[in-house]
Each structure stands twice: as structure tokens, then as C-alpha cells.
């Protein structure tokens, strides 16, 4: 993934994020659990295991990933939903690797700087969209933002039509909550956000300037390992731009000859003075890259409920089943197994399948388990599919996601994900506490839409239909607070997206049955939910919703 290289840095904070609680409560009376546990420890074992070399998109671990998934599917005995009654919808796909031939040059009145990939910039998005043969001149526009709400505008005094912006990551600082969330990042402060800006005020490129690394140089080695996968999208999509992350050392010559130097663009910076205008400098890049087209796979399959009427909607069950693949060593290992994002997810998705089938619940609504690829890239997996799905939304009741289990610990708390945005946060609330457990939000000084956007359960809120993700919360039976917050620190340090979330790390297997044992009965619950579920009000996805109900689409 490239344009959402730091979404996906930003997702690993949300891992943590989502699970910070306050208070302590009771520990939690539970019914007695009826997942068979080991059965998700041998999903695991064989999706996160180094023969799947990490599932990356459009590889062999990949495909081996998905006809596990078909074959657990057809044992268990659910059906298909396609019309060709296989279990595996085809998803036409593209990826592209730059090269290091490639060349980027960067003019000045006096001078002609010659940049090398992987040490001097990395590229979002790679392909033919991103060629500039000729030099191309560059705008610098402050942080890259326009936000209304804020009476915030970087392009109100300058024209970049077919030209190159150059603007600073992040956003304004502020340490007011009501002026791009203080402390807090908002989605103005991420990197597509800012090229998707661009493109829409006619820009041919972007360049982004990394601020505030402390370490810089641990900084740009880890963006080298992000970096160090392969550009993947769908076959269909819409023609990106030119979008460079540069090395800072380089920054400075972007600003030579220009009306401000950088260091006194930096200090506009800190004033809170910060202002746009052209830069003498221009820019040319001749991209060469290894390319190829590719079909990889999403796997459903259906179980019916106990109500025939074809107009009773579905729920469904998603997980997505990638991962990265095989990347830049870390102390010899190159295979970014992902067991717990989210080798784990899907073995947990596959043993509620069965447990619903051998138990023989009585749901009034069918559930459709949904195993999607491509998450990794830009939820890419979880859009095709509803883009193409064998279903009108409309029918669609709700969408409940499974991105990662608990591992550390048996818990208290759960944390919604989207809790506040429809009535199935008002499911969990109300389950929650029969449990003798309590739900709670991502706290207040974490931007819940953030965390909310991070995984497949965007893609189906922005499709209008009312989703939710739900993680264990930090209010442990064993580890106090911190005590978590430290565990989890250190596996987004040392684990997340790298060759160490592999089948060698501590899990507990007492939370990971807990964890499972809850999403099944809450599934249950939201199945056999007798009125149809809606989004709250202020949701900012009740339009679509209410669009896609009135044209029964």
C-alpha cells in the first residue's frame, strides 16, 4: 500500500487506542463458553504459517489463504451466495513496484538535483499515471488543507492547476479541541487526504514534508520496510498522481530562490503564520516499474436464517484474511506473517460460522461471512465487494467486523468502534451489561472517526450500511491498566507489520475464547434483532443510507 501507507501507520495506534478504558468494574459473570478453542489455534496455525508467506495480495500464500477459507466454508456446511454457486468472488487487480533506475530531478535557477528512490523519497502510489517527463513547477501550500469548519483554506491565494504541491504532513497545531481537535489528528492531518485535495484543485502531483521525528533516521528506516511492498489496487480504479513522501535533507532545496527560505517557512510555521505561494523550483520524473495484473479473491459464504422472506435483510460477518507478504528483513526474517492482524481475526470468524451452524440457532436473519482481501491496501477487498456485491445494500442490515482478537489478558470492558454512530452500539451496550461487563467509546482525546475509519468497517459505512468493530477493552482481570497499555506498546512497537506477529508471540488463549464467545453471542443478538437497525441522527452515513432504501439499491 502506498496512499495509505500512513493510514496504516495511523491504524496501529488505533489498535491500541480503541482498547484505553477508564474505571475499574466487577469481574464479568459469562455464560460458559461453547467455542471450541482449538479450533482457532489450528485456523491459525496454518494461515499465519511461514508456508503462506504472509498472504500477501495476489501471491500464493494468498491463494492458499482463501481456498482454506472455501474448504473450512464448505465443511461447516454454508451455502454460496453467488449466482455461479461458487464460494470465491474474482477481483480483477493491479500492482506495480518503482524501480530505482527511476529518475527524479529536481531544477533550481542555478542547479539540477538528482534524487534516488528509497533514500531521498518513497512514492504513494507508483504506475504510468506518474510520469512527468517534463519539468513540472512546484506550489508550496502550507499543510495542504482546506477545512471550512475552521475557516482554514492553504489554496485560497494560489493557482496549482497542472502543477506539483509541496505541503507539511500533519496539520496546525492547536491546543484548542475545537480547532482541528487540539492535540489530536483529524482526517486532515493524513496523507490521502491531502493528495485527494490536490487532485480536486487540478494538481498533477504532491510532495509531502515530514515534520517532528524526533528520530529521523529510525523514522525514515521504518518507512523504508512500509515501503518495500508492492503498490496494489483494483484494475478499475481511478488514475492516481505523482505523490513523493522526501527525505527532509532534501527539503531545502525545494525552497532555494524562493519568496521565503525554509527557515523562514518553518518559522511561519511556529507563528501560526503560515501562507502559500509558488517556488522557483520545478520537477521531472521518469518512472520505471515492475507491473502486473492479477486476480485474487474475496470468500463468502451464507447461513440461512429461519426467515424465507427474500426481503428480511442479512447481516454481515467480515474479516479480512491478507496480510503484507514478504518485505525487507527485520534480523533475517522477511515474512510478515499477521497473526494477530488478522490470521486470528479469521480463525475467530470461522469457528462463530460453525458454532452458528452446529448449534443450530434460529436467526431471523441470514448471516453472510465475508472474508476479505486487499484490506492492507486500502480496504480494496471490502469496496469490490459491495461495489459488486450479490446483494442491494438495502438488504444489508449491518455490517459487524473482526480485525484482531484479545490477546493479553481476560477483560471487563468492550470497546464499540463506530459505537456512537447506530443503534448497534446501543446492542452492545445492552449485551454488555447482562454480561456484567460495560462498553465504552474510543476515549475523547482519540479521534473516534479515525479509529472508526482504519478497517473494512468503513467501507461498509460509506456504502450507508450501519457497521461496528469490537475490541476487548483495557479494564483486564489480570494486568492493571498501564500494565496493558505497556503490553500494547510494545507489540506495536516491536510487532505490528513486522516479520514478529508471527505464531512465536505470547496469546492467551483464555482471552482469545472470551473475545470469541462474545462476538458470537452478539452476532446472535444483532441476527435476530426484530426492527431494522438505524443510524443515529448525527451519523454522517444516514444519507446514503436513506438513498439506498428509497431506490432499493
Known amino acids: 500500500m502506498k496512499s495509505f501507507r500512513i493510514r496504516r501507520n495511523f491504524k496501529a495506534v488505533c489498535f491500541a487506542l480503541v482498547l484505553i478504558v477508564f474505571g475499574n468494574q466487577p469481574v464479568n459473570a459469562q455464560k460458559t463458553s461453547i467455542i471450541d478453542t482449538q479450533k482457532v489455534i489450528e485456523h491459525l496455525n496454518y494461515l499465519a504459517d511461514d508456508s503462506l508467506e504472509g498472504r500477501g495480495v495476489g501471491t500464493s500464500g494468498e491463494s492458499l489463504a482463501a481456498d482454506y477459507i472455501v474448504e473450512q466454508l464448505r465443511g461447516i456446511g454454508l451455502q454460496s451466495l453467488m449466482a455461479n454457486n461458487a464460494y470465491k468472488q474474482k477481483i480483477p487487480m493491479h500492482s506495480s513496484m518503482p524501480l530505482s533506475s527511476s529518475k527524479l530531478v529536481l531544477y533550481t535557477k542555478s542547479d539540477t538535483l538528482k534524487l534516488s528512490l528509497n533514500e531521498d523519497y518513497f512514492l504513494y502510489k507508483s504506475g504510468a499515471q506518474t510520469f512527468h517527463p517534463t519539468p513540472v513547477p512546484l506550489v508550496f501550500v502550507g499543510y495542504g488543507i482546506i477545512a471550512p469548519e475552521f475557516d482554514y483554506n492553504d489554496y485560497q491565494t494560489v493557482d496549482v492547476r497542472n502543477k506539483i504541491v509541496v505541503c507539511f504532513d500533519g496539520e496546525p497545531k492547536s491546543s484548542d479541541t475545537h480547532y482541528f481537535a487540539g492535540h489530536e489528528p483529524t482526517v486532515y492531518s493524513t496523507a490521502e487526504a491531502k493528495q485527494r485535495l490536490a487532485i480536486s484543485k487540478g494538481a498533477i502531483g504532491s510532495i509531502i514534508i515530514p515534520l517532528n521525528y524526533k528520530d529521523f533516521n529510525m523514522y525514515w528506516q521504518k518507512q523504508s520496510r512500509v515501503f518495500s511492498f508492492e503498490d496494489v489496487s483494483l484494475a478499475s480504479r481511478v488514475s492516481g498522481h505523482l505523490s513523493l513522501l522526501l527525505h527532509r535533507a532534501i527539503v531545502p532545496s525545494l525552497f532555494k530562490e524562493a519568496p521565503l527560505s525554509w527557515e523562514e517557512v518553518n518559522q511561519l510555521k511556529e507563528d501560526h503564520a503560515m501562507y502559500s505561494f509558488p517556488l522557483n523550483t520545478r520537477l521531472s520524473f521518469r518512472g520505471e516499474f515492475k507491473e502486473r495484473e492479477f486476480i485474487a479473491s474475496n470468500v463468502i459464504g451464507v447461513l440461512h436464517g429461519a426467515e424465507t422472506n427474500l426481503d428480511e435483510p442479512y447481516v454481515v460477518v467480515s474479516s479480512h484474511f491478507d496480510h503484507l507478504g514478504v518485505g525487507l528483513p527485520v534480523k533475517g526474517d522477511s515474512i510478515y506473517n499477521g497473526a ?130 469490537i475490541m476487548d477493552g483495557l479494564d483486564y482481570e489480570n494486568l492493571t491498566t498501564m500494565e496493558g497499555l505497556k503490553r500494547w506498546q510494545n507489540w506495536i512497537d516491536k510487532r505490528y507489520h513486522t516479520p514478529t506477529d508471527d505464531l512465536n508471540q505470547p496469546i492467551d488463549y483464555r482471552a482469545v475464547e472470551q473475545h470469541v464467545q462474545f462476538l458470537y453471542d452478539y452476532i446472535v443478538r444483532v441476527a435476530n434483532h426484530n426492527q431494522s437497525i438505524q443510524w443515529n441522527e448525527d451519523a454522517p452515513f444516514i444519507n446514503i443510507r436513506l438513498q439506498s432504501q428509497a431506490e432499493k439499491r
Open 340 to 469: 494477530i492482524d488478522n490470521a486470528i481475526g479469521v480463525a475467530a470468524t470461522l469457528e462463530i460460522a460453525r458454532t452458528l451452524k452446529r448449534t443450530s440457532r434460529s436467526l431471523l436473519r441470514s448471516v453472510i461471512f465475508l472474508f476479505v482481501t486487499a484490506e492492507e491496501k486500502g480496504l480494496l477487498g471490502s469496496r469490490y465487494y459491495l461495489s459488486h456485491s450479490p446483494l442491494p445494500h438495502y438488504k444489508i442490515a449491518a455490517n459487524i467486523n473482526i480485525d484482531g482478537i484479545a490477546i493479553f489478558d481476560r477483560f471487563n470492558s468492550v470497546v464499540g468502534v463506530g459505537k456512537n454512530y447506530s443503534e448497534l452500539g446501543d446492542i452492545l451496550v445492552a449485551m454488555a451489561e447482562k454480561y456484567g461487563m460495560y462498553a465504552t467509546d474510543v476515549p475523547a482525546q482519540f479521534l473516534s472517526f479515525e479509529s472508526f475509519a482504519r478497517s473494512d468497517q468503513m467501507a461498509f459505512a460509506q456504502a450507508g450500511i450501519p457497521s461496528i468493530l
